[in-house]
């Protein structure tokens, strides 16, 4: 969410007049676009905007922790504003406006299209703003405030604008598309109405709180044309009691059917999840239930996070003293680690010996003579060649190095004699 929105920032920047940097030491302007979901990015966030007032910068400090901590931030940043206000930067910019701060949550996303532009292959549209959950550990409410649905029409316009750029897959965004609701539409009919007007050959969404996800979203994914089976859908923890205290509004035995629902409807559906471990009061029985949600369901990708307590999130201000140790915590998230990577290593194996086509979105990290793309079911597999962004290529999965499988390309392997030399397995 943050990574659109500051697209979009840059967008309206640019549209007004203002060439970005390719380097923030040669601006004039840093903009610092901030995340207060847990302390770390928090601190960064704000150090960032620190380091280049020192040198002299003109610092904007934009998103959630602008929101929330706006007064004190002045200090580290010239102008601050909120989560919903962003739009007015290039102007508070180019009108030397005298107001400091702008923290309006009130707002629609009314402007996310007049800063769309795009030159990428991978791109995100935002269906909704807000939150209206309120997890008991989450700050989002409060820095992104009340959960508005965007207009199916805006949505569709700026996908369409999207497709006629050339852009080859984009993601459906919200804290909870699930309860995406537009005037009699829910999220299940916003997506049809998308895979039907919209050709852009692959649409995801994101995220989906396992609470809300209908059997009329999973089964429109399955009979779709664009739209991809991949589900991001947050366990956080597996213990009922945890779960409750969380607020989450799931057991672990809905988690569970609604994921293993998944798999049975959409057997091609990969599942990615976001895990926390430490939250206040979890005991040594409570981490065995997360474990064994993750055995269940065998995920294909996870986020995993040690519980950082927020300001204010609701358990800030009642359980503050019932926090675990830190050294504790780090065990529990390595044993959490190491378990989600096995059942990931289960999942990339089935890939061995199967096609796929993939999505190249740039060069491999370690060398650039191999190129990484997505498989319609967004894995990333490592293709070997320098290939070009925004390319399809067919690609057999031959290896498993680390988690990572390695494809490659059906032309060469055609070309190849029979004592190919890669190893299977790995
Ligand atoms: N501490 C740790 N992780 C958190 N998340 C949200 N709030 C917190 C917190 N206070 C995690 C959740 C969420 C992801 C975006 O960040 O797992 O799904
Ligand atoms: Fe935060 Fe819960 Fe909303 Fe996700 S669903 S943004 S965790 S309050």
């Given at each position: 969410?943050?990574?659109?929105?500051?697209r979009?920032i840059?967008?309206?920047m640019?549209?007004?007049?203002?060439?970005p940097?390719?380097d923030?030491?040669?601006?004039?302007i840093?903009i610092?676009n901030t995340?207060?979901v847990?302390?770390?990015?928090?601190?960064?966030?704000?150090?960032?905007?620190r380091?280049f007032k020192?040198?002299?910068k003109y610092?904007?400090?934009?998103?959630c922790?602008?929101?929330?901590?706006?007064?004190?931030l002045?200090e580290?940043?010239?102008l601050?504003?909120g989560?919903?206000?962003?739009q007015?930067?290039?102007n508070?910019?180019?009108?030397?406006?005298d107001?400091?701060?702008?923290?309006d949550?009130?707002?629609?996303?009314?402007?996310y299209?007049?800063?769309?532009?795009?030159n990428?292959?991978?791109?995100?549209?935002?269906?909704?703003e807000?939150?209206?959950?309120?997890?008991?550990?989450c700050v989002?409410?409060?820095t992104?405030?009340?959960e508005?649905s965007?207009?199916?029409e805006e949505i569709?316009?700026e996908l369409?604008?999207?497709?006629?750029?050339g852009v080859?897959?984009v993601?459906?965004l919200?804290?909870?598309?699930?309860?995406?609701?537009?005037?009699?539409a829910?999220?299940?009919?916003?997506?049809?109405?998308v895979?039907?007007?919209?050709?852009i050959?692959r649409?995801y969404?994101t995220?989906?709180?396992?609470?809300d996800?209908?059997?009329?979203?999973?089964?429109?994914?399955?009979?779709a044309?664009?739209?991809?089976p991949?589900?991001?859908l947050?366990?956080?923890?597996?213990?009922?009691k945890?779960?409750?205290?969380m607020?989450?509004?799931?057991?672990?035995d809905?988690?569970?059917?609604i994921?293993?629902?998944i798999?049975a409807e959409v057997?091609?559906?990969?599942?990615?999840t976001?895990i926390?471990?430490?939250?206040?009061?979890?005991?040594?029985?409570d981490?065995?239930e997360?474990?064994?949600?993750?055995k269940k369901?065998?995920?294909d990708n996870a986020?995993?996070?040690?519980?950082s307590?927020?300001?204010?999130?609701p358990?800030?201000?009642k359980?503050?003293?019932?926090?675990?140790?830190?050294?504790?915590?780090?065990?529990?998230l390595r044993t959490?680690i190491s378990?989600?990577?096995?059942?990931?290593?289960?999942?990339?194996?089935?890939?061995?010996g199967k096609?796929?086509?993939i999505?190249i979105?740039?060069p491999?990290?370690?060398?650039?003579?191999y190129?990484k793309?997505?498989?319609?079911?967004n894995?990333t597999?490592?293709?070997?060649?320098?290939?070009?962004?925004?390319e399809?290529?067919?690609?057999?999965?031959?290896?498993i190095?680390?988690?990572?499988?390695?494809?490659?390309p059906?032309?060469?392997?055609?070309?190849?004699?029979?004592d190919?030399?890669?190893?299977r397995?790995?």
């Open positions: 969410m943050n990574e659109y929105d500051s979009i840059e967008n309206l640019i549209k007004e007049g203002f060439t940097s390719k923030a030491n040669n601006a004039d840093v610092v995340c207060s847990r302390g770390k990015p928090e601190s960064k966030g704000i150090e960032t905007a380091s020192r040198k002299g610092v904007v400090l934009t998103g922790t602008a929101q929330q901590r706006s007064e004190e002045l580290v940043a010239d601050v504003v989560t919903r206000e962003f007015v930067i290039p508070a910019l180019k009108k030397k406006l107001r400091r701060m702008y923290l949550l009130k707002g629609t996303c009314d402007f299209f007049s800063g769309r532009r795009t990428k292959v991978l791109e995100y549209v935002a269906i909704q807000g939150c209206d959950n309120f997890c008991s550990y989002v409410p409060y992104r405030g009340r508005v965007r207009l199916p569709i316009k369409k604008y999207l497709e006629d750029s080859k897959e993601t459906l919200g804290q909870n598309v699930n309860s995406y609701y537009y005037k009699g829910d999220f299940a009919d916003l997506l049809k109405m895979d039907e007007e919209v050709k050959p649409i969404f995220t989906s709180h396992p609470r996800i209908s059997l009329k979203v999973i089964r429109t994914i399955k009979d044309r664009y739209l991809k991949w589900f991001h947050p366990l956080q923890a597996g213990s009922d945890v779960l409750k205290e607020n989450r509004g799931y057991t672990k809905e988690y569970l059917e994921a293993l629902r798999r057997p091609e559906a990969t599942i990615s976001d926390m471990v430490g939250f206040p009061g979890e005991g040594d029985e981490f065995a997360t474990l064994d949600v993750v369901v065998q995920f986020y995993m996070f040690m519980y307590i927020r300001k204010p999130s358990i800030y201000f359980n503050k003293d019932i926090s675990i140790d830190d050294v504790k915590v780090g065990v529990r959490l378990e989600v990577n096995k059942g990931i290593y289960q999942r990339r194996k089935l890939m061995l096609e796929y086509e999505l979105y740039g491999a990290r370690k060398s650039p003579k190129s793309g997505k498989t319609e079911n894995i597999v490592v293709v070997p060649g320098a290939f070009s962004e925004g399809f290529v067919k690609v057999k999965v031959e290896k190095i680390g988690l990572t499988p390695i494809g490659y059906l032309n060469v392997l055609a070309s190849l004699t029979n190919f030399p890669l190893n397995g790995g």
